[in-house]
């Protein structure tokens, strides 16, 4: 059987069969080029036009960037699922539990771990941005050994040989570190002390609670502000930065959150100089000096416990002693100065009123203060005569923000072996001979018990990024243990969890129970009795009235060590009461300023315990008159590309005393002629007696009628007053499967600024920098708006005229009370902005969203406009491609940052609108996760990120299409009482519910007559 | 055959023939150009480069490189847009409302005006698509086909009014200009003598023969153009209002709006069209055609437009304080007594108070005083549109977003480089295109002297004049007058 391909081999004619089987067609002969010669040619130039062509296109092709699958996929790790994992954050300031957000093996978020008995899921503004520091470039990669005067890589092997040769020989061997509250680190350190014998591990706080402690036996007593119904705070600022603020504000709303069936809370009174978030939130809040904190410690003391005389006397003063002594067992007394004798005097008090096993718990301290300032300055006056052999430094910093770090560098230089375990080269480090980098707590494992009976636990959630190794580890080197960390952490447990099983759920869940801390060394001064501490408050030298007094304080996004200097979120994260970024500077009283014709912004030399540095002054309402304030944690020189010269050192001002540091001093102040503007993200601060906007009103109204606390706007109808949305022009949205709604529980919000950065880390928000703060583009998607409350007031109009009461509106008082709002998009559902795109690029989901679509948004930023709230960024630039931009936003330029970015959240292109989305790619993966499981996803199952990590639970997040959702039952108890919608008049109806604030005193936000 | 009032004084003096017409105005095409066309146009070229470097910074870089932020996100960008489309609302109005109320006075000046139109709506279209974060995708806003899905424009948004308001308005005003440039640029062939010149005016001229037929159907086009365009002048910048009009913001949200920014267009309209002519008839020596009477014609129409747009003002204070509306009491208040107090301030007096010298006849027949009278007002006018657009959004709901605005180099740099490209356009439509309609010049011209009265100043004037023309002199014949109401 043969088949014939064509009629031609059918017919087989000689011409085919000619060709047949040739293998080229002859070429036919056009009756132009019969010269053979030119064919070739005509083709040799079509060939190399070809092949220029092919040539250039080739090369023009995009570089094919390799996405290499895993060969054994690890059976946890699935693409695109994120995985959590229980871990603790703990740098040597708070302490909180969390789980690890990791997605295809990169840690890219931490949120709250609710298991934990102590911060109960809530999260600070620096444990949220840790994860940041993770992939931090300005961390040293590798072990290095100084060669000169750089320091050169060093292999581990070589290294450890070299310094484990040099400790031999060394003598007496320090080991500094901030406090530590691992058990199992403290063990790896006696383990190297028993190798090398004449070691002593120092322990200093760079916010010291050396007076605290020596007034406590050594610990710091565990408190419980939930319980205490007065609480009188000297200086203490726990809801920011004191101790344990997670803990703390935990506990301190439990007693301020009210309903209709619970018309009481605590009333809080705060004795202060610088306007702290603490003080912010007090009731009531009496401005003093720090030199005067001793007095009013003794004056409380006296009115308290009862006799003696008192230098300070002040009404508030009374009525808190008389508020504590009516509630006897329920009250609490703290105190945030580092002078044992006030210290002392503020654990009497206590004690007297009966608040020791209530409030003050004794039996349950925290440890995660434990720094001896006398141990720390005699060790550096040892360096300093040449006594100590080595000096090693674990994660300290203590040439930049120790008082004596001077001192501290003079010292290092006399000592012959120096080495630092800092995750970079500091301003310590540099001076060091040796650098062992130790791994992120995230590439580590390690143990906590920040407070007696409480264990935590971390895990490496990743491989280190660079050749370092976790100091521990290198300390077990040194001391000849070989064993891995893990191991040795996992004998510490042994006890603690006999079988694998009781380890394995501890790795789970992150948090145990038991102790496993060896004690602390004790305290180096003797405690004082209360009748030594009068006496030594009394004999104190009294300080010149006319002094300028610098009260020295630790900010809530960078801490008073700075190490968080170099992480982008913390530095453009607004001071929750200045709402400066970027730098520290003078706060002053306006008193201040109008008696020196010094206005903001205004450079001033600040002179000081032989120190000087220049920095830029703001006017802080609230700031005690005759002093001035400056935030330590700032001027970090060697700290990385976005933290390196960003405000000024104020840490050498502190005074170093017998009694430990002293963060207050004597100063005087000098203006020169430079001006440098400070970034706040607010720069007009009072509410203008904008009801509409924020409510608030006293407990005494609250407990009379809950119904008359908020003001409701009503519009004129035909059928009379009306609620606002009983009048539209607009067709209502119908919600046939969900509603997403928000609550904000104004009385729960202390505006700590956790929910910001905790929104900046999920949505990948651009850091713009100084500069654009300036320019007022901050990019924050989520913001905390905060007022001071004002003299004057609307009820003036008629006496002093519109155009003059418009104009006093805008000076807040000189002692403030301060309302913090959080502002996000309120997803109205009758959207301004979505009407006025020309392109749809905002439009409404079926849900309840105001969503946005990037890759259709052209950017006329009529939206932004039209936005009452003015809740929308604009890209003004390419934040992740711009080189100016490199400094700040550095994790978006290289492959090692971008690590962070959140995988389910587009990176906005320059250009594009954006703003808060109630965090849909959330509510996507739980409708998904809902999905899978065939069931309506559960209430709590979806929250936002600002939600998530509220350390206070301010933030309800849920379905209102949902009867029995938190959120649903919360509106229903609400309505009419505290829930309002800001901006109601102007109907655009947000799913952003305010709940009105209750201040445990007058109000002084609105006139009077309106108060009525 | 056109009647010639005995009354009223002739719109073209000088006593000008039809061919000195052809000539007085084809002469500034036909000559080499002059030194002083080319010292303005250095200039005019200089300030478009300034334009091209700061289209390129802000294309390149963003919108970060003006001085724009959270709280107020349209500034300079907004308010140069409107400014330059308030002012090519003049030239509409001069060609079509003028036209069709048979003002034929209008003839020597609406050539100009119509390119002045054309030019300030090219210039205000620049705006929009600048002041875009991604310029390149402006073709969104347009209702193209999507193959995506049934994704398209929004037709609830302003801006989306003002693509086809705009759009509509450039395209019928350069199509009315365009139509009434043929039969002179016919004229400008006929008498072109280098081969370039045929040609390019030839192609201009689209063959325009100049028969009767032509003339017919290009009477009947101008008048339906003329048609079309009059709901122009008043939809374009209603249209434009309501960018503001229809939003929430106070001081924004005003139904005054749209006929407050329609008299406040002409107004400022007017004083372009006057501060344009009186450069160009010094320049190209019209001074026989643009008269002096023109420019008190204007004068008095800004002087009117200028007391509505003062009236407007009063309104919005009245409506705010009779609202009582906190938020809109407050923008109004701020806006006089605010932080840019000096923007309002600058506003009222050059808008408010100086067009009201024009009552006095010296001013308004004086050149010069006219000349700064109608810079004050396009100064003014810039700053009415910058109060309401950056007074309003930089303090509006939340005390806690209030910010000020302060303009970049570049914000500058665009602002002064319009100006550059609208002169740039302008002087070489001078040069090149005839500036004075000539066709329509000669149909107001009284060329038949013996058919009928011929204008007498003497029997004109009710007070002794002050000229020593005779009675009876021919209209043709060389004649100075001077001027009066």
């Known amino acids: ?1012 | 055959m056109q009647h010639v009032s005995a009354l009223r004084e002739p719109l073209v003096t000088g006593g000008k023939t039809l061919h000195d017409v052809t000539q007085d105005i084809c002469y500034q095409v036909e000559a080499k150009p002059n030194l002083r066309w080319m010292a303005a146009l250095s200039v005019a070229l200089f300030f478009l480069g300034v334009f091209f470097y700061s289209v390129y910074r802000t294309v390149w870089y963003g919108i970060g490189e003006w001085g724009l932020n959270k709280t107020v996100n349209w500034a300079w960008d907004i308010t140069n847009f409107v400014w330059w489309v308030g002012i090519g609302h003049a030239g509409t109005l001069i060609s079509a409302v003028l036209l069709l109320f048979r003002q034929k006075w209008r003839s020597s000046i609406n050539r100009a005006a119509e390119a002045m139109t054309i030019f300030a709506v090219i210039c205000a279209a620049m705006f929009p698509v600048l002041h875009m974060g991604r310029p390149w995708l402006a073709f969104y806003v347009f209702p193209l086909q999507n193959t995506l899905g049934s994704l398209w424009a929004n037709f609830n948004s302003p801006l989306l009014w003002d693509v086809f308001a705009i759009s509509t308005y450039f395209t019928v005003s350069l199509v009315f200009w365009y139509i009434g440039l043929i039969p002179d640029f016919a004229s400008i062939r006929d008498r072109a003598k280098g081969p370039i010149a045929r040609f390019s005016y030839s192609m201009l001229s689209f063959g325009w023969k100049g028969s009767a037929k032509a003339w017919s159907r290009y009477e009947t086009v101008s008048l339906i153009l003329a048609g079309v365009s009059t709901p122009l002048v008043l939809s374009v910048h209603t249209i434009v209002s309501m960018d503001f009009a229809t939003s929430v913001v106070p001081g924004w949200h005003t139904t005054i709006f749209p006929p407050y920014f329609v008299a406040g267009a002409i107004f400022s309209g007017f004083a372009m069209v006057l501060t344009l002519m009186l450069i160009t008839r010094v320049v190209f020596r019209l001074e026989d055609y643009i008269t002096l009477e023109h420019i008190a014609l204007m004068n008095k129409i800004m002087m009117v437009t200028g007391s509505i747009v003062g009236v407007a003002y009063i309104t919005e204070f009245f409506i705010a304080w009779y609202s009582q509306v906190e938020f809109e009491q407050y923008a109004f208040i701020n806006r006089a007594t605010g932080p840019y107090w000096w923007a309002y301030a600058s506003m009222m007096t050059c808008n408010v108070i100086t067009p009201q010298l024009v009552w006095l006849r010296r001013v308004r027949y004086s050149i010069p005083l006219t000349f700064i009278l109608s810079i004050i007002v396009n100064i003014g006018m810039w700053f009415e549109r910058f109060v309401i657009i950056v007074t309003s959004l930089h303090r509006d709901y939340l005390p806690s977003s209030w910010a000020m605005f302060s303009p970049s180099i570049i914000d500058i740099g665009l602002y002064v480089g319009t100006l550059g490209l609208f002169f740039t356009l302008f002087l070489l439509f001078a040069k090149f295109f005839p500036v004075i309609n000539m066709a329509e010049v000669k149909t107001i011209l009284k060329y038949t002297v013996d058919n009928g009265p011929t204008y007498n100043p003497a029997k004109a004037v009710h007070h002794a004049p002050a000229h020593p023309a005779a009675p009876g002199v021919p209209a043709s014949a060389p004649v100075t007058y001077t001027k009066h109401d």
């Open chain 1, 1 to 1012: 059987m043969k088949y014939w391909k064509g009629i031609e081999e059918l017919e087989s004619t000689p011409e085919f069969m000619q060709s047949a089987f040739a293998e080229f067609m002859p070429v036919k002969e056009s009756h132009e080029s019969k010269d053979a010669t030119s064919a070739p040619r005509r083709d040799f130039l079509k060939l190399m036009g070809f092949g220029v062509a092919a040539a250039t296109l080739a090369s023009c092709e995009t570089p094919v960037r390799k996405a290499i699958p895993y060969l054994n996929k690890p059976e946890e790790i699935d693409p695109t699922i994120s995985n959590f994992y229980a871990s603790t954050y703990f740098t040597g300031a708070d302490y909180n539990a969390v789980l690890v957000k990791s997605r295809e093996g990169r840690p890219i978020k931490l949120e709250g771990n609710p298991e934990s008995p102590i911060t109960q899921g809530g999260l600070s503004a620096r444990a949220q941005a840790a994860v940041l520091s993770l992939y931090d470039g300005g961390r040293l990669q590798h072990f290095a050994i100084k060669k000169g005067s750089t320091h050169e890589k060093a292999e581990f092997a070589a290294f450890d040989s070299e310094v484990r040769g040099k400790l031999a020989g060394a003598g007496r061997i320090a080991i500094v570190s901030p406090t530590i509250i691992s058990p199992s680190t403290k063990r790896a350190i006696a383990e190297f002390a028993s190798r090398y014998p004449n070691t002593t591990h120092v322990m200093y706080d760079t916010q010291s609670v050396t007076g605290l402690l020596q007034a406590n036996n050594g610990v710091v007593p565990g408190y419980d502000f939930g319980r205490a119904n007065v609480i009188v705070s000297l200086g203490a600022d726990f809801l920011g930065t004191w101790i344990s603020p997670v803990e703390y504000a935990r506990q301190y709303v439990r007693n301020r959150k009210v309903r209709n069936d619970k018309r009481s809370m605590s009333r809080h009174y705060q004795f202060e100089t610088a306007m702290t978030l603490t003080g912010s939130n007090a009731d009531i809040r009496v401005p003093v000096k720090p030199s005067e904190m001793g007095a009013v410690a003794l004056a409380l003391y006296n009115a308290v416990v009862g006799g003696g005389e008192s230098s300070y006397s002040n009404a508030k003063l009374t009525q808190a002693a008389n508020d504590l002594k009516a509630s006897r067992g329920t009250g609490l007394v703290v105190s945030g100065s580092n002078d044992p004798a006030v210290q002392t005097l503020v654990a009497a008090i206590n004690q007297a009123l009966g608040n020791v096993g209530t409030t003050v718990d004794l039996n349950a301290p925290s440890y995660v203060r434990q720094g001896d300032d006398a141990r720390m300055t005699a060790l550096v006056n040892d360096m300093n005569n040449g006594s100590v052999g080595a000096v090693i430094f674990y994660n300290a910093n203590p040439v930049f923000n120790h008082p004596l770090g001077a001192k501290v560098k003079s010292g290092i230089a006399k000592v012959p072996v120096t080495i630092s375990l800092n995750d970079r080269l500091d301003e310590t480090g540099i001076l060091c001979q040796y650098a062992a980098p130790d791994s992120h707590w995230l590439e580590s494992w390690n143990d906590f018990e920040p407070k007696r009976g409480f264990l935590s636990l971390s895990q490496p959630v990743i491989t280190p990024l660079f050749q370092t190794r976790q100091a521990q580890e290198s300390l077990l080197h040194w001391a000849g243990n070989n064993t891995t960390y893990y191991k040795y952490l996992r004998a510490t447990w042994r006890a603690l969890t006999p079988n694998d099983a009781a380890w394995d759920k501890v790795v789970h869940d992150g948090v145990a129970t038991g102790t496993a801390l060896p004690a602390a060394p004790a305290m180096m001064t003797a405690a004082l009795s209360p009748a030594a501490a009068i006496s030594q408050i009394n004999s104190a030298p009294k300080a010149n009235g006319n002094a300028v007094e610098l009260a020295l304080y630790e900010k809530v996004g960078i801490g008073a060590g700075g190490c968080e200097a170099n992480n982008p979120f913390l530095q453009e994260l607004p001071d929750p009461v200045s709402k400066a970024t970027w730098g520290n500077y003078v706060a002053i009283p306006r008193a201040m300023a109008v008696a020196n014709k010094w206005e903001q912004n205004d450079v001033v030399k600040v002179t000081g315990n032989g120190y000087s540095i220049e920095l830029p002054v703001l006017i802080q309402p609230g700031q005690t008159n005759g002093t001035v304030s400056i935030a330590l944690g700032y001027g970090r020189t060697l700290a990385g590309k976005a933290g390196d010269q960003v405000g000024a050192n104020a840490a050498p001002f502190a005074m170093a005393t017998a009694n430990g540091i002293m963060y207050n001093n004597v100063v005087t102040l000098t203006k020169t002629d430079a001006t440098s503007p400070i970034a706040q993200t607010q720069t007009h601060h009072t509410l203008m007696d904008r009801k509409p906007v924020v409510q608030e009103n006293s407990l005494a109204a609250y407990i009379k009628n809950p119904k008359e606390v908020t003001e409701y706007e009503k519009i004129a109808t035909p059928d009379g007053l009306e609620k606002p949305n009983k009048v539209s022009l607009w067709q209502d949205y119908q919600y046939n499967n969900h509603h997403w709604g928000m609550a904000v529980d104004l009385n729960s919000c202390i505006g700590c600024g956790s929910c910001v950065i905790g929104c900046q880390t999920e949505n990948n928000i651009a850091v713009v920098g100084k500069q654009q703060v300036i320019n007022r583009r901050e990019m924050h998607w989520m913001r905390i708006d905060r007022y001071y409350s004002s003299k004057a007031h609307k009820t003036d109009f008629e006496e002093k005229g519109k155009v003059s009461t418009y104009a006093a509106m805008e000076d807040p008082s000189e002692n403030p009370q301060v309302i913090f709002q959080p502002m996000m998009c309120q997803q109205c559902n009758h959207a301004p902005c979505e009407t006025v795109c020309p392109v749809l690029a905002t439009t409404h989901s079926s849900e309840g969203i105001n969503q946005m679509t990037y890759n259709r948004c052209i950017g006329t930023r009529y939206c932004a406009n039209n936005c009452p709230y003015k809740v929308r960024r604009f890209n003004w630039f390419s934040y992740y491609s711009n080189e100016k931009f490199e400094t700040v936003n550095g994790h978006m330029f290289t492959d090692l940052g971008r690590m962070v970015l959140n995988p389910d959240v587009t990176v906005r292109a320059r250009g594009v609108m954006e703003k808060c989305t109630f965090c849909v790619q959330r509510i996507q993966l739980g409708k998904l996760e809902a999905k899978k499981q065939k069931r309506r996803p559960v209430d709590g199952e979806i929250v936002t990120a600002c939600a998530q990590s509220c350390p206070t639970e301010a933030i309800v997040f849920g379905d209102m299409r949902d009867p029995n959702s938190r959120i649903s039952q919360l509106l229903r108890r609400e309505d009419g009482e505290r829930a309002f919608h800001a901006l109601d008049s102007i109907n655009v109806q947000p799913n952003v519910t305010y709940l009105t604030k209750i201040r445990n005193a007058e109000s002084e936000f609105f006139g009077k007559e309106e108060n009525a």
